[in-house]
C-alpha cells in the first residue's frame, strides 16, 4: 500500500493556511460571544458585506482587496456600535436578549442575504489582485499567495487584538464586562460604552475577514450560511472568549477540513465543522483553553 | 373555551374551510392553501418550544427536510429487491479498506404494504424528525440556552450535505416523486391536490389542538417556568431538562410531519428547495409577529404572514416577499415584541382601565 505522503502534507499544510483564514473569520465572534455574551449570528453576514464591498471597490476603482477590507475597518466599527446600540436598547435593557435578540440577529442575517441577492443576483463574484493565482514551492509543497497571505495578516491581527485586550485599560475593561458589570462601573467605566467599542472591534474584524474571502473564493449571498457553523464551532472549541485557543481551534478545523475535502471530496467538507462543535458541546463544552 | 367547545369549533372550521374550498372551480386555491397550511403547522410547531420554553430553533427547514426526504426514501423503497449490508470500514483512501463481506437481506414480506399511504409516510416523517430533535436537544440542552440555537443552524447545512451526498434520494440531482392525478375513494374520483390540502388541513388543526392542550396542561406551565426563570424553576423542583427534551421532539415530530406530504405535493424534490430559507425565517418569523406564547399567535401570524405571501409572490417577486418578513420580523421584535396578539391585547386592557 502506497500511501500518498505528499498528498497529505500538503493537505495539512493547507489546511494551516485555511485555519489562517478562519482566525479572522472567528475572532470577531470570539469577541461578542465569548466576552460579551451577544450571540451574533449575523457575523458571517457582515463577512459576506465585507466582500461585496471589497469586490465592487476593486472591479471598479482596481483598489487591492486587502486594502478595502483596512479601509473598511472604521466604517465596519461606526456599523457595529451602531448595531449594538439598536440591540441594547430594544433587548439587553429589557431583558429579552434570549429569545427576540437572536431573532433579531437571524433577522439581520436573512435581510442582507436577500437584499444582496436582489442587487447582485446569486452570481459569483470574485476580486483581481496580482498574487491571485501564483504560489511559492518548496519541493513538493505549494504555498499559494492567495491564502498565504490572509493567513499572515489574520495572525497579525489576532496578536494586536490580544495585546489590545491585555494591555490598555480598555481592553481589559472588555474582557472584565462580562465577568461582573457593577465592578466595571465601579472603576469608573460604562459597561455600555466598553460593549459598544468591543462589538464594534468585533464587526471591524468582519470587515477584513470578508476581504480575504472574496480572495480565497468566489462568493455568492449565501455563502455566508455555511461559514455560522464553522465560526460556532471554532469560537466555542477554542474556548469561549480566549484568543489563543481561538487560533488553535481554526488551525485545527482547517486541517481536518482540508484533509476532508482532500481524501472524501469537498463536497464532505461543511459537515466537520458540525461534527466538530456537536463532539466539542458533548465532551468539553467549556473549549480546549476555557475556563 | 372549554376543550371539547374547541374541539367542535375548531372541526367545524376545518368543515367550513374545506366546503368554502369546494365553492371555487379553481385548482389554485388548493395549492395557495396548502403553502398557507403547512406553515400554520410549522409556525405552531416553533412555537412550542420558542414560544412555550423560550428556546430558539433555527432550524426548522432541516426538520421539515427530514420529514421530506424520509417520505421520498420510502417513497423509492423497493420492497422486491433485497437491503444489501456491507460492512466495511474506510481509511482516509480506498486503498486502505477493509470489507467484512455483504449480506443481504430479503425484505419481500413488506411488499403487501408498498407504495405507503401518505398518512403513513407523515407519521414516519414526524418519528424520524422528532428522533433527530431528540438527539439535538440531549446534546446541547444541558448547556447554556445559546448553544442549542447555533447547533440547530449548524444541523441544517449539515443535514443538507449528508442529503446532497445520498444518491439514494437523488442527491444534488433532486428526485422526482410522481403523484397521481386522482385518488378513488369510496368509488369518487378526488384530485390528488384536494387530498393533500386535506391532510394538510388536518394536520394543521392537529397541531394546534396539541399546542392548545400543551399550554393549559401541567406541561405547559413547567415550560413557562422554564421560559420565565430556568434557575428558580429548576430549584423548585421542575425537571427541566426532561420538559425540554419533550418539547424539542414534539416540535421537530410536528415540523417533520409537515414535510413528509410535500415531495408529492412539489413532484420534484431537490435539496436547496427542500432547506429554503423560507421554512427557517417563516416558522420564526410568523409567532414572533403573532405572538409567542399562546396557540393563537403562530395562527394568526401564519395566516396572515402566509396569505400575504402567496399575494405577493404572484404579484411581486418571491425574493421581495422574502425581504418583507425579514423586515416584519426586525420591525415586530423591536417594536411590538408581544406580537400582534399583545398588542391587541395591551390596547384592550388600556380601554378598559
Redesign the interface.
Known amino acids: 500500500m502506497d500511501f500518498p505522503v505528499e498528498l497529505l502534507i500538503n493537505a495539512i499544510i493547507a489546511g494551516v493556511l485555511l485555519g489562517g483564514f478562519y482566525i479572522a473569520v472567528t475572532v470577531g465572534v470570539s469577541i461578542s460571544f465569548g466576552m460579551l455574551d451577544i450571540v451574533n449570528i449575523a457575523h458571517p453576514a457582515f463577512i459576506i458585506l465585507g466582500s461585496y464591498i471589497a469586490y465592487i471597490v476593486n472591479s471598479t476603482f482596481g483598489l487591492d482587496p486587502v486594502l478595502v477590507g483596512l479601509l473598511m475597518l472604521p466604517v465596519f466599527y461606526a456599523l457595529g456600535a451602531a448595531v449594538y446600540q439598536v440591540y441594547y436598547l430594544s433587548f439587553e435593557k429589557r431583558g429579552q436578549e434570549a429569545l427576540r435578540g437572536l431573532a433579531f440577529f437571524f433577522g439581520i442575517l436573512f435581510i442582507t442575504e436577500v437584499a444582496l441577492i436582489l442587487v447582485f443576483g446569486v452570481d459569483y463574484r470574485y476580486a483581481e489582485a496580482a498574487y491571485i493565482g501564483p504560489a511559492l514551492r518548496f519541493a513538493f509543497v505549494d504555498l499559494p499567495y492567495r491564502m498565504l497571505i490572509p493567513c499572515v495578516i489574520s495572525l497579525a491581527m489576532l496578536v494586536a487584538l490580544q495585546v489590545y485586550l491585555s494591555r490598555t485599560f480598555v481592553g481589559r475593561a472588555i474582557k472584565a464586562v462580562s465577568q461582573d458589570q457593577g465592578a466595571l462601573a465601579l472603576m469608573a467605566a460604562d459597561p455600555i460604552r466598553i460593549k459598544r467599542i468591543a462589538f464594534g472591534i468585533s464587526i471591524a474584524t468582519a470587515a477584513l475577514a470578508g476581504a480575504f474571502l472574496v480572495i480565497l473564493q468566489p462568493v455568492e449571498p449565501s455563502v455566508g450560511r455555511e461559514y455560522i457553523g464553522r465560526v460556532f464551532a471554532i469560537a466555542v472549541l477554542g474556548g469561549l472568549g480566549s484568543l489563543p485557543g481561538t487560533v488553535i481551534a481554526a488551525m485545527l478545523l482547517g486541517i481536518a477540513e482540508s484533509i476532508t475535502a482532500t481524501f472524501y471530496g469537498p463536497s464532505w467538507a461543511p459537515a466537520v465543522a458540525f461534527g466538530f462543535l456537536l463532539l466539542t458541546l458533548a465532551f468539553r463544552p467549556s473549549g480546549l483553553l476555557g475556563r | 373555551m372549554r376543550s371539547r367547545v374547541f374541539i367542535l369549533i375548531a372541526i367545524a372550521a376545518a368543515a367550513a374551510v374545506f366546503a368554502a374550498t369546494q365553492l371555487v372551480a379553481n385548482n389554485y386555491v388548493f395549492f395557495a392553501g396548502y403553502v398557507v397550511l403547512q406553515f400554520v403547522v410549522l409556525a405552531t410547531a416553533w412555537n412550542i418550544l420558542?414560544g412555550y420554553c423560550?428556546y430558539?430553533n433555527?432550524g426548522s427547514a432541516a426538520f421539515f427536510a427530514l420529514g421530506a426526504y424520509s417520505a421520498v426514501a420510502l417513497h423509492k423503497f423497493d420492497p422486491g429487491k433485497p437491503i444489501e449490508v456491507c460492512v466495511q470500514f474506510a481509511f482516509?483512501?480506498e486503498?486502505?479498506q477493509v470489507n467484512l463481506g455483504c449480506y443481504h437481506l430479503d425484505v419481500s414480506f413488506l411488499a403487501p404494504v408498498f407504495p405507503l399511504p401518505i398518512p403513513a409516510l407523515i407519521v414516519a416523517g414526524g418519528i424520524v424528525s422528532g428522533i433527530v430533535g431528540f438527539g439535538m436537544g440531549y446534546?446541547?440542552l444541558r448547556?447554556r440556552?445559546?448553544?442549542f440555537?447555533?447547533?440547530t443552524?449548524?444541523?441544517a447545512?449539515?443535514l443538507?450535505?449528508?442529503i446532497?451526498?445520498w444518491d439514494y434520494v437523488g442527491g444534488?440531482r433532486g428526485a422526482y416523486v410522481i403523484r397521481p392525478a386522482n385518488l378513488e375513494v369510496f368509488g369518487h374520483q378526488i384530485p390528488y391536490i384536494e387530498y393533500l390540502f386535506l391532510l394538510m388541513l388536518m394536520l394543521a388543526a392537529l397541531a394546534v389542538f396539541i399546542a392548545r392542550t400543551i399550554e393549559r396542561s401541567r406541561l405547559g406551565f413547567g415550560f413557562a417556568t422554564i421560559r420565565d426563570d430556568e434557575l428558580a424553576a429548576e430549584a423548585s423542583g421542575v425537571p427541566t431538562l426532561r420538559l425540554k427534551l419533550i418539547a424539542t421532539t414534539i416540535s421537530g415530530a410536528l415540523m417533520g410531519m409537515a414535510g413528509a406530504p410535500f415531495p408529492y405535493y412539489i413532484g420534484y424534490l431537490e435539496p436547496s428547495s427542500a432547506f429554503g430559507?423560507a421554512y427557517a425565517?417563516n416558522s420564526?418569523?410568523m409567532p414572533?409577529i403573532g405572538g409567542?406564547g399562546t396557540w393563537i399567535g403562530p395562527l394568526v401570524g401564519a395566516l396572515l404572514l402566509g396569505t400575504i405571501q402567496q399575494v405577493a409572490t404572484v404579484t411581486i417577486s418571491s425574493?421581495?416577499n422574502?425581504?418583507i418578513?425579514?423586515?416584519l420580523?426586525?420591525a415586530f421584535?423591536?417594536i411590538a415584541?408581544n406580537g400582534l396578539v399583545g398588542f391587541i391585547e395591551q390596547r384592550r386592557r388600556a380601554k378598559v382601565q
Do not use: D, E, K
Request: aromatic residues 4%; charged residues 0%.
Open positions: 420558542g423560550g430558539v433555527f482516509l483512501i486503498r486502505l446534546l446541547t448547556l440556552g445559546s448553544f440555537a447555533i447547533a443552524l449548524a444541523l447545512v449539515v443538507q450535505t449528508l446532497v451526498n444534488s430559507l425565517v420564526i418569523a414572533m409567542t425574493a421581495v422574502l425581504l418578513v425579514g423586515v420580523l426586525v421584535v423591536i415584541p
